[in-house]
């Protein structure tokens, strides 16, 4: 039927088009700011969120396949 390995490069790199198609350009202010020392809370765009969270649970997947799922015959 199908192949573990294809599956999941399959889903890596669908994830991996996903990333690079999301057009999160970062924009730079039309007139310069003034240096503060305090922190500043950026809105990130909600694809964005979404997508590097797909991204993340889908390595972390992976990671535990690699780890656990795949396993090999061991000569005796």
């Known amino acids: 039927m199908f192949k ?3 599956i999941f490069g399959n ?3 669908l994830v991996f088009l996903l990333l ?3 057009g999160a350009a970062a924009q730079m202010p039309a007139s310069p ?3 503060t020392t305090q922190f500043r809370q950026i809105e990130q765009p909600l694809e ?3 997508g590097v969270t797909a991204g ?3 390595l ?3 990671e535990l396949w690699w780890f656990i799922g ?3 015959n061991s000569l005796k």
Request: overall charge positive; aromatic content about 0%.
């Open 60 to 62: 972390i997947g992976l």
């Open 20 to 22: 690079l198609s999301g």
């Open 70 to 72: 795949s396993k090999t």
């Open 33 to 35: 700011s003034p240096q």
């Open 48 to 50: 964005l969120k979404v």
């Open 4 to 6: 573990k390995k294809t």
């Open 11 to 13: 889903i890596a790199g």
């Open 56 to 58: 993340g649970l889908a």
